[in-house]
Each structure stands twice: as C-alpha cells, then as structure tokens.
C-alpha cells in the first residue's frame, strides 16, 4: 500500500496512486443449466434411430445417382427401367424414414428445448465480483 | 469509453468542483486510469454525471454504467433527492454530489470500490489506496489522481 496523504495543500500535479485498482470487475452472468446425466444420455443417443438410417439410403441412393449420371450422361435410353425403380425406391424409403424418425419421440429434442427455454428465460444480470486470480 | 481526449457533447464541467473536502477549479477531474476518466460531474439543472466501472482490471476496459445521470445498469440506482444526486448499486452509496450554486458542486460521499477503483470518502477527506487527502486545492483544469498505464 502506498502512504501519499495531502492535507490543506496546493498540488499541481497529479497524484499518482499504484494501488488505485481494487481487482472488483463488473462481469455479466447467468443462470447455469443444471444438465443430468439422463438429459447428457438423451442428447447423445435421444435421436430416433430411423434418422440414422433415413441418412444412409439417402447418402447411399446419391452415390447411386451420381453413377446413374456417369451412365447415362451421353444416352439416357442406356438407363434400364430397374436402375429407374432403384432410384426412386431410395428416396422414397429416405424420404419415408425420415417422416418415421419426426413422428417417433424425439428425446433429445425435448432436452435441447428445455435447454433453450432456460436460457431464454434465466435473467442476464451484471454484477461485481472479484478477481480470484 | 470516456477519455481525456473524448467527452460527451453535453458535459460541461464545473468551475469548481469540492470533492470530499478538496477543491479542484477550472474544471479539473478528479481521477484518471491511464487516459479514462471513470467520473464525470457537469454542470446541469440537477448535476450530470458519468461513471464508469472496471469491466477488466486486466485489459483495462471501462463500460459505462451512469450516462448523463441516468443508470445504464440493472445493478446501479440514481436518484435525487433533497438536492442531492445519489448513485446507489446493491443499495450502497456510491457517489451523492450537491450543487452549490451555478459554478460550484460538492461531492459529499464517494465510495468506488464496487465499481473497481480504491477510493472512498466523504465531506472530511478522500482515501485514494493508501493515501489520504483533505483540503487540498488544484487549480488549472488537472487530474487530482491518476493511475499510469
């Protein structure tokens, strides 16, 4: 600490004080979300597997697509009616999965929101605290 | 932020200003970190003033929590009341400020700690980290404490 008094006199320059910083900063804080292991378990497996599976045939059926292309790039007579129906038998079921995965119950979904409502919810408020550093 | 260089359009400082019992004239400030001036009182119908808080003691960064009297924060209270200006944050006084006629306002209570900075005092003398002063008197327009950076 620093022992500058002054009393009843004529200063012409500035004091300078070394230990004018406290170390208290205003910082902003919020309401943590306390996440259990169940929610952590439902974030991380809580997705209806039909996603999953929605997700391969629509990968594996634009792999199909791209040779389609390749094939019939010059001549598309030269696709048969059965590479056709393949076609169009991977996006349906794709397509089909995916509507299965959004009606089955979506856990993770449900955490992800209640997540988001705390958050919208929990006020923002500043306040002072002290370095602990 | 506030600085030496940039002040806001309406501050229009006091000829004098009597903070804790030291008479700064020529409207001089009462503290400075390197070129930020936390506190600001002008000259108003009631007293304007700026405060800003320590927002990092580490990078130096001030946000501005009291503009042109009115709070800018959840946390910080100002008021007037029987002539005095207070700024109150988690119900402590923090600075009340009278004027005392057109060219003269008087700071009667002053305490920053919360806000960062070691100082406080009242209508005796001011306490600045280790130090104290009480009626002294700085004329010219300076800086009666500052802290280089």
Same mark, same amino acid.
């Given at each position: 600490m620093t022992d500058k008094s002054l009393h009843g006199k004529e200063i012409t320059e500035t004091q300078i004080i070394?230990?004018?910083? =406290?170390?208290t900063d205003i910082g902003t804080w919020q309401a943590e979300y306390l996440l259990r292991e169940v929610e952590f378990d439902r974030i991380k497996y809580g997705k209806p597997i039909t996603f999953i599976w929605a997700n391969s045939v629509a990968l594996t059926t634009v792999g199909f697509g791209l040779n389609l292309v390749a094939k019939g790039y010059? =001549?598309?007579?030269?696709?048969?009616t059965g590479e056709w129906v393949a076609l169009s038998l991977g996006i349906i079921s794709s397509i089909a999965l995916y509507i299965i995965g959004l009606l089955l119950p979506n856990k993770r979904k449900k955490v992800m929101q209640k997540i988001e409502n705390h958050f919208e919810k929990a006020p923002t408020i500043r306040q002072a605290f002290k370095d602990q550093n | 932020m506030i600085t030496r260089n940039s002040t806001p359009k309406n501050y229009i400082p006091f000829n004098t200003l009597i903070i804790c019992s030291n008479t700064l004239s020529?409207?001089?400030?009462?503290?400075?970190?390197g070129d930020v001036l936390p506190l600001l009182i002008g000259k108003g119908e009631i007293p304007k003033i700026w405060l800003q808080a320590l927002a990092d003691s580490k990078k130096n960064q001030f946000i501005t929590i009291v503009e042109e009297s009115i709070s800018k924060h959840p946390a910080v209270k100002v008021y007037e009341e029987s002539g005095s200006l207070n700024v109150l944050i988690s119900e402590e006084i923090v600075l009340s400020v009278k004027i005392l006629n057109q060219d003269t306002a008087v700071v009667e209570k002053l305490d920053f700690r919360p806000i960062g900075l070691n100082m406080h005092g009242d209508l005796s003398s001011l306490t600045a980290g280790g130090g104290t002063f009480s009626g002294n008197s700085m004329s010219g327009?300076?800086?009666l404490i500052g802290l280089g950076l």
């Amino acid at each position: 600490m620093t022992d500058k008094s002054l009393h009843g006199k004529e200063i012409t320059e500035t004091q300078i004080i070394p230990d004018l910083l =406290t170390g208290t900063d205003i910082g902003t804080w919020q309401a943590e979300y306390l996440l259990r292991e169940v929610e952590f378990d439902r974030i991380k497996y809580g997705k209806p597997i039909t996603f999953i599976w929605a997700n391969s045939v629509a990968l594996t059926t634009v792999g199909f697509g791209l040779n389609l292309v390749a094939k019939g790039y010059s =001549t598309v007579a030269s696709i048969s009616t059965g590479e056709w129906v393949a076609l169009s038998l991977g996006i349906i079921s794709s397509i089909a999965l995916y509507i299965i995965g959004l009606l089955l119950p979506n856990k993770r979904k449900k955490v992800m929101q209640k997540i988001e409502n705390h958050f919208e919810k929990a006020p923002t408020i500043r306040q002072a605290f002290k370095d602990q550093n | 932020m506030i600085t030496r260089n940039s002040t806001p359009k309406n501050y229009i400082p006091f000829n004098t200003l009597i903070i804790c019992s030291n008479t700064l004239s020529g409207g001089g400030n009462l503290v400075a970190v390197g070129d930020v001036l936390p506190l600001l009182i002008g000259k108003g119908e009631i007293p304007k003033i700026w405060l800003q808080a320590l927002a990092d003691s580490k990078k130096n960064q001030f946000i501005t929590i009291v503009e042109e009297s009115i709070s800018k924060h959840p946390a910080v209270k100002v008021y007037e009341e029987s002539g005095s200006l207070n700024v109150l944050i988690s119900e402590e006084i923090v600075l009340s400020v009278k004027i005392l006629n057109q060219d003269t306002a008087v700071v009667e209570k002053l305490d920053f700690r919360p806000i960062g900075l070691n100082m406080h005092g009242d209508l005796s003398s001011l306490t600045a980290g280790g130090g104290t002063f009480s009626g002294n008197s700085m004329s010219g327009g300076g800086t009666l404490i500052g802290l280089g950076l």
